[in-house]
């Protein structure tokens, strides 16, 4: 369940922020007016308070997922343990992945990993350049 008071707290410091023009207009303020004793208009009091708001608003994320990576994190470090061989032997197999297609699965349940050829990889690396030769302008 998401926390409501962060997200609350912001969006009240964003609305104080942005609050609306005509307001000020009643008073006999203008919106480019500063507020009396400000040489920048509160702007960096502002920026402040948005910051504090989003900081006070992550914090409130990060406990609420908190749980949730501590349960996570022996299985994780399971699959690390588990798989980090297999994706060492691959990458030794695998030059660069750039010179790949994505994989393919056949309908008999091969995956198949094409080679880029060397026209394709050119195409690539000069994205103005058409497939039939040509120049896009």
Known sequence: MIRIAP????C???????SSPAAAQ??????????AGSEDGGIEE????????????????????QPE???????????ATEM????????SLVDEIDLYH??????????IIRRKSPDER???ADPEVAPEGGIDI
């Open 122 to 124: 050119e195409r690539e």
């Open 84 to 91: 980090g061989p297999m994706i060492e032997s691959l990458s």
């Open 12 to 18: 009240a410091l964003a609305y104080a922020l942005t």
């Open 26 to 35: 009643d008073e006999g303020i203008t919106p480019s007016d500063p507020p």
């Open 46 to 65: 502002g920026m402040d308070l948005l910051g504090e708001g989003m900081n006070l608003f992550l914090r409130g994320l990060m406990e609420e997922i």
């Open 69 to 79: 990576i501590e349960r996570l994190t022996p299985e994780l470090r399971r699959f």
């Open 7 to 10: 997200f609350a707290l912001v």
């Open 102 to 111: 994505l994989p393919e699965r056949l309908p008999n349940g091969d995956i």
